[in-house]
């Protein structure tokens, strides 16, 4: 499995990382500290990284931003490269946490769609500090032969008939956006009465399912451990690989547009081999092996190109078209108030 070589590298390279965190210290043209998402990037591209540049990856992971930002903001550790999400990426512009990125050297980022940075503009203005390297949607998963007729909606993740049977995200921002949705709200109001009302739908909906889980939606959904899940874009392909009888759907109430991208901290020690990890990961036989490996949608559009497979290459799954469907939304920063609103919805729906 991924995940058991992924913990196993990541191990070995964040005890270098600790053991020489405040210098830059690492291969014959120093060391880049890499902070990414769990089972995000394939290895041998670090590996080839190294090997090309002399230049050493200590790599941590990370389960969710939540759990990042923290950590990133109290400055225990000097990170260089960050993969935040988006909503996150404003968060930590405004909490000045960012270096505005040099483009000059990052040649390679003439690979990314035009789109991708158009979509940033939204938590970035000007592109100023991040560079996209995944996005997709957040959608359904069912399995096909443990559900009475096709889920098309947020709505059927409350019917009694598939009790302990559902798989939601563990997560206040994904969780909170499906009730939002199924209520017919934004999911970056800070209206006090819709969020309300939205916890009271997931308080309603507790008894009906199976766990509050991250990546385990992936697993339990391949072992036919639950019939529904809540789940991103990149890991349904995966899991369409092991279990053919798995379908994604995109909600018709409608759901979040995501993108994941590479920034450099303020105050990164090794701003130069930052930025030389982040062009590398934008090299297209690069980006391809990525995509490869994590199945999450590239929107390096010369990567894609090099895609073999055709029916990956034109994925609905990988790369919808977005014009097909309604009330697509991505996530926005909410300032301190607006989090401390959805984190004491959340503490509520966990509570009962």
């Not at 500090?129 to 559900?147: A, E, H």
């Not at 309604?326 to 966990?350: A, C, H, I, P």
Request: with cysteine.
């Amino acid at each position: 499995m991924k995940k058991a070589v992924s913990v196993i590298l990541c191990a070995v390279l964040l005890g270098s990382m600790l053991a020489g965190c405040t210098g830059s210290k690492g291969g014959e043209n120093g060391v880049v500290y890499v902070y990414n998402w769990g089972e995000y990037i394939d290895h041998e591209t670090i590996k080839m990284f190294e090997e090309e540049t002399g230049i050493q990856v200590a790599y941590e992971e990370f389960e969710t931003n939540e759990i990042m930002f923290p950590k990133v903001s109290a400055g225990a550790v000097s990170y260089d490269v960050i993969c935040p999400s988006d909503y996150m990426i404003q968060k930590m512009i405004d909490n000045d946490l960012l270096m505005e990125l040099d483009f000059s050297k990052l040649p390679n980022t003439v690979n990314i769609g035009t789109q991708y940075f158009e979509q940033s503009e939204q938590f970035d203005p000007g592109n100023k500090y991040s560079v996209p390297y995944c996005w997709g949607t957040v959608g359904i998963l069912y399995n096909k032969t443990m559900v009475d007729e096709p889920i098309t909606k947020w709505a059927d993740l409350w019917d009694p008939k598939y009790e302990n049977n559902i798989l939601m995200q563990n997560s206040v921002r994904d969780a909170l956006m499906v009730a939002l949705k199924l209520k017919g709200y934004s999911m970056n109001t800070i209206n006090q009465a819709e969020l309300d009302e939205a916890g009271a739908a997931l308080i309603e909906q507790k008894p009906l399912v199976q766990a509050y889980v991250v990546d385990q939606v992936r697993d339990k959904m391949i072992g036919n451990e639950a019939a529904i899940g809540v789940i991103y874009s990149g890991e349904a392909i995966y899991t369409q690989r092991e279990n053919p009888d798995l379908i994604y759907v995109v909600p018709e109430e409608g759901t979040n547009v995501w993108i994941d991208s590479w920034v450099i901290t303020k105050n990164a020690q090794n701003a130069d081999n930052a930025h030389k990890f982040i062009d590398f990961m934008c090299r297209p036989d690069i980006a391809l092996m990525n995509f490869d490996f994590i199945t999450y949608s590239t929107p390096n559009d010369a990567a894609r190109e090099l895609i073999e497979d055709e029916d990956i290459r034109n994925s609905e799954i990988a790369f919808p078209d977005l014009s097909k469907y309604n009330n697509l939304e991505t996530y926005s920063y909410l300032g301190e108030e607006g989090d401390e609103m959805y984190n004491e919805v959340w503490k509520q729906v966990k509570s009962e």
